[in-house]
């Protein structure tokens, strides 16, 4: 038996939505939040992220996933977030280019550039 207690969600805790950027580790995703924020003195909108560590306990979520977290209580030294459930799986390769999910061509043909 495990001496750790599960990780328990508030109700009240904040939720975010992001795409699963890395899935390389046990019960661990890397979670990047993408946003435009308005640039302070040149006013132009500019493209920003966030990344977050994730805890997802089964290992459900996979690279290219879209997911809903929730803050949670420290479950180690970088990960104060858990999962809370997967909005949209990826297609089987994607490729996280910006934190949006973007099709790996595999062959010349089916790349879009060419024709």
């Known amino acids: 038996m495990s001496r750790k ?14 795409m699963v950027d890395r899935d390389g580790q046990d019960r661990t995703r890397r979670v990047v939040i993408s946003y ?17 560590h994730v805890h ?16 949670c209580r420290p479950v180690s030294r ?19 280019v910006y934190g949006e999910a973007v099709p790996v061509a595999t062959s010349v043909s089916e790349r879009p550039d060419k024709k």
Not at 56 to 71: Q, T
Not at 83 to 88: F, K, T
């Open 78 to 96: 970088t990960k104060r977030w858990a999962l809370v459930r997967i909005v949209e799986h990826a297609p089987l390769k994607t490729e996280v």
């Open 36 to 52: 435009s924020a308005r640039h302070p003195r040149y006013g132009k909108y500019v493209r920003q992220r966030t990344v977050l």
């Open 56 to 71: 997802d306990e089964s290992n459900e979520s996979h690279m290219g996933d879209r997911v809903e977290i929730a803050e």
């Open 5 to 18: 207690s599960p990780v328990v969600i508030p109700p009240t805790s904040p939720r975010l939505v992001g």
